[in-house]
């Protein structure tokens, strides 16, 4: 199992930012897949969730409405559209999966929000 993120960087308070996951080694169409971050000193948190199908999502109350979870199943991959962004945005970016009742994490992706 593979999981490698791309698309962070530094951004200005307000603007946007598309993380990508791209996804290997198992049948990815069968599986939720999910995006967290961690900020420094902070732990782990859950930011959104999307069912295998894609046809259920869920978001953390601080993201709600600026961030957006997807999938596409044909090219392996999720992704994450980040609008709105604030500073208390940054930290680093991981996805997960996980696969009878193993967890998998890609090596994150940072993303700073500053101005």
């Known amino acids: 199992v593979q999981l490698v993120e791309s698309g962070g960087g530094l951004v200005r308070p307000g603007g946007s930012l598309r993380l990508s996951c791209a996804a290997s080694?198992?049948?990815?169409?069968?599986?939720?897949m999910s995006w967290y971050r961690q900020a420094p000193g902070k732990e782990r948190e859950l930011v959104a969730r999307?069912?295998?199908?894609?046809?259920?999502?869920n978001y953390a109350d601080s993201v709600k409405g600026r961030f957006t979870i997807s999938r596409d199943n044909a090219k392996s991959a999720v992704y994450l559209q980040m609008n709105s962004l604030k500073p208390e945005d940054t930290a680093v970016y991981y996805c997960?999966?996980?696969?009878?009742?193993?967890?998998?994490w890609g090596q994150g992706t940072q993303v700073t929000v500053s101005s």
């Open positions: 999307i069912s295998s199908g894609g046809g259920s999502t």
């Open positions: 997960n999966a996980i696969l009878q009742g193993i967890t998998y």
């Open positions: 080694g198992f049948t990815f169409r069968r599986y939720a």
